[in-house]
Every structure is written in C-alpha cells, then in structure tokens.
C-alpha cells in the first residue's frame, strides 16, 4: 500500500524516485494486463506496469468490481503501479481515484481509448476536445489525491494543436504523460503507423516526463524511439502481448511464455479463465492459424486445466515439426521467424498513408506478417472488420450500410425498436411496464396480466362460495377455458 505519511512527488523526481526511472512499461490494457501477465512482464524486462482501464463510476458503486480488480491483486512484486481509470465526471473519477490511491503508485486518467464503447459512454479519446472538463479533472485529482495523476493520450493531426493539448493537462497538474501517436480515427484496419513526430514535439513542449506508445514491436524499436523522440520511456501493448520477453530483446518459443505464463496464473489465483485464454490465442496466433482444430478446442474448453492441455498439444506439435525440419520450410511463408517463436502480429498499411507519418518503424515495416486481406465477397479491397468479413462470410448478403439498412419504427418511450403488434406501440421492456402498471394484456409480447388477474378473481369467487354454500360453485366460461388450454 502507499503510505499516506510520504510527501507526494512530482513530474521528474517522481519518475526517478517512484518509477525508478522505467523505460520499459507495459500498457493498460482491458482484460489483459492483470495481475498474472503483469507479473510475467516484470520477470522478463518490464520495468511498470498499468492496470486494465477501470470504469470509475462502476469502481464507486460496486465493492465486488474494487476487489476483483484491485484490491484482491495486491502484490509485492507488482510494483511500481498505476491504476487507469475511464471518467467523464469530476466527481466520480476523484470518489474511485481515493478508493484505488493506496493499491497504486499514480493514478492515470484514460483520454486515449479510440473504441465504440467509449464513444458510446463518451470517455477516452472522445473527450479530448472537451478541454475545460479535462483541465478540472486533472486539476481536482492532482489538489486532493495523495499519488500523482498521470494522463494517457492520442494526438490529434495538426501537431501544433497536440502540443497545446499536452500543455493544458502539464498546467493542470498532469505529472507524466504518455502519447501514443496515433490519431483517435487510427483504429482496426485503418491503424496505420504512429507519428514519432507529434510525440518528440510534446516532449520538447513539455517539462514533465513522457513515455511514447507506437510502433512497438521489438527491443531496438524501444532503443530508436528514445533516441529519435527523447522520451523517458515507451510503452508496448500489442508487442507486449505476442511477446513478453519484448523488453529483454529475445523471441523465445511460444510454449516457453504459454507455460511461464500458466504456472504464474496458478500462483496468484484467482484469473478469470477468459483473460486466460485471451493470452493464449495471442501467444500462440501464428501456429493457430495451422492448426485450426486446436483453435476451436482453445475456444470451447471451460477450465484452466484444459487450456493448459490444448497449449501442450500445440507444443507437441511444433516439436515434431521442428524434428521433421519443418522450420526450413517455415522460412519461406511470410513470417520473419518459424510460426511457434515469439513475434509480431502486423496489421496491414491502410490505403492512404497516414499524415505526418515517418520513416520510423522501419523494423515494424520489415516484419512482412500481415492479417489477412480485407476483402468483401467479390473480392474488391474494402474496410471491414474481421467481425464483419465473418458475418458476410455467412451471409453474402449482408448489408453493412446503415443508410441501408430497414428502418425500424421506434418505441414511443425510449426510442428502441418497438414490437410489430404490441397494442401500446412499444418495445418489449417499456410494453411489460406499462402492461402491469395498467393490468392489460399484450399478445404480441406475451404479457397476460389481465387474464391473469381475471382468473384470480374467478378463483377466488368460487372459493368463497363453497366456504359460504358449502357446494362448489360452477366453473365459469373463463375457468373452463383455461382448464383445457396447457400452460403458457
């Protein structure tokens, strides 16, 4: 835990004295960095480490949510530390940033996150414009909390506009600052190459340290990055994942981390089994897609006992391959290395170059490894998701245009689809509420809380009628209705 007694450091002197002067930081990574890869990242170079991103208001509310993701990791090992937190509301970030302050060593606040589900909950990089919330945030949390607040980053295309960014969150108490320089449209497959150049001119702007995130996939990207950018330190996520030993320069054998990896998980229990098998599919990427009938079983088998079978299984099978002097063969597929060694998982350039691009990552570049071609079914190059290209693999058919697609007529009340025949026009959740509110039946959604009601009534009629007659009385039309009808 943090010790409240300490006076709280900043910008470099907290770098040099907490961080111990981390070059090599593994990044914040959702359901990924936990606290077992976490682990096996330090063991082989890493120097920090960050927690998966956080959802404040979710941290506030929920106590389980506190203890399976923070509060239950705590570990002698694991540090230095900083917990990342998503927020939009002051007040929320401060109220979860007080409750993770002494598991922790910084707190960072995520304005970087580029996927749908941000924008849908409007956090990450979808605040970013949105200076005068931001300058608040960081400015609160760095007057009330007892660690210091970082920030993670995108940059925006005008390399000018990003350094005055990276200036307002230094003035507003921001005590380290990483910028992965891409832009928030540089996601899936119009990723592209990060900009060095916005990150060196931050660097140069800004009297705080900065760690780089880009274009990471090997150890001399690490080296070129410092000295090209000047940075303190740089960050890896997806080269991380492929390859824990990134930060020790080597490409070990796949199974060596797999099985480094799963013996570290079983250590420090518990480790939700589908973050398990997440890391899994990274590791061993290259060799599934030989091997396919593993592939499937990786994504079926329910304990971690079979995950670890199925990793064995793989190994077994690269080692008879590598008996048979398959690896000779290998060298000739597009892979810089035989399929089961650590590497790289590059995804293709998008159609244009990416503004303000350079000619670093000239090793990203060589690694020739590509995801497969984004066609549709005609073979015509377009920009679909891996998901997309599945579902339209099914169906041929599938429309994707969503000026194309039907419309549907919404619910009067909270704008979802509304049932074809519900009698109040309504969606099924909003038609169950008004249904028993008002005691009304809706066939189309099978609500029957009249009738319900009715045979209630009924049946009880006839109870207090034998009780005052003593004789039963007879069913009526409804009760005998019901009494042939089977049960809905």
């Known amino acids: 835990m943090q010790s409240p007694v300490m006076a709280k450091l900043k910008g470099f002197e907290f770098w040099k004295k907490t961080l111990k002067e981390a070059r090599f930081v593994v990044a914040p990574m959702v359901d990924q960095s936990e606290l077992a890869w ?25 106590a389980n949510y506190r203890r399976e993701n923070l509060y239950n990791e705590v570990c002698e090992e694991d540090r230095p530390l900083i917990t990342q937190f998503c927020a939009n509301d002051p007040e929320v970030f401060i109220k979860a940033a007080l409750l993770a302050q002494d598991y922790c060593d910084a707190i960072d606040l995520n304005l970087g996150c580029p996927q749908m589900i941000a924008k849908r909950g409007h956090y990450g990089v979808f605040l970013q414009d949105e200076w005068e919330l931001l300058e608040k945030m960081v400015k ?57 150049e916005h990150i060196k001119a931050v660097r140069k702007a800004v009297n705080i340290p900065v760690f780089a995130n880009g274009n990471i996939q090997h150890l001399s990207d690490v080296e070129r990055c410092i000295q090209e950018t000047g940075v303190q ?11 824990p030993a990134l930060f020790e320069g080597r490409s070990p054998p796949v199974w060596e981390m797999a099985e480094e990896y799963l013996e570290v998980v079983k250590q420090h229990p518990p480790c939700t089994l589908s973050y398990v098998r997440a890391h899994l599919f990274k590791l061993w990427h290259h060799t599934l897609q030989i091997h396919q009938d593993l592939r499937e079983e990786l994504a079926k088998v329910k304990t971690l006992e079979a995950l670890a079978d199925i990793s064995k299984q793989l190994r077994l099978r690269c080692q008879e391959e590598i008996a048979k002097g398959k690896d000779v063969e290998e060298k000739e597929s597009s892979l810089p290395f035989p399929h089961w060694i650590c590497q790289p998982y590059i995804r293709p350039p998008p159609k244009e170059s ?83 509110k008002e005691v009304a039946d809706c066939p189309s959604h099978g609500l029957r ?21 003593g004789s039963p009385q007879p069913l009526t039309e409804l009760q005998e209705l019901s009494s042939v009808q089977a049960p809905l």
Not at 393 to 422: D, H, L, T, V
Not at 449 to 469: G, L, Q, S, V
């Open 38 to 62: 976490r682990l096996l990242s330090r063991r082989h170079g890493a120097h920090l480490c960050y927690t998966p991103m956080l959802h404040a208001q979710v941290f506030v509310r929920d």
């Open 233 to 243: 330190g740089v960050m890896s996520a997806e080269g991380n994942l492929h390859n």
């Open 140 to 196: 609160v949390a760095n007057e009330k909390l007892l660690v210091p607040i970082t920030c993670k980053i995108r940059v925006f295309k005008e390399i000018e506009k990003t350094v005055h960014y990276a200036q307002m969150l230094e003035k507003a108490g921001c005590q380290l600052l990483t910028v992965h320089g891409r832009t928030k449209d540089q996601k899936g497959a119009m990723t592209g190459i990060a900009s060095w």
């Open 449 to 469: 809380f009249k009738t319900n009601a009715e045979k209630r009534k009924a049946e009880d009629e006839r109870k207090e009628h034998e009780r005052n007659c």
């Open 354 to 436: 990416v503004a303000n691009g350079n000619s670093q990552g000239s090793e990203v570049k060589k690694t020739v490894c590509q995801k497969r071609a984004l066609e549709d079914s005609d073979g015509t190059a377009d920009t679909l998701s891996k998901n997309k290209q599945k579902k339209r693999s099914r169906n041929p058919n599938k429309n994707f245009c969503p000026e194309q697609k039907p419309k549907y007529i919404k619910c009067e009340q909270c704008g979802n689809p509304k049932g074809n025949k519900c009698v109040f026009n309504l969606c099924r959740g909003c038609c169950k509420k008004k249904a028993y």
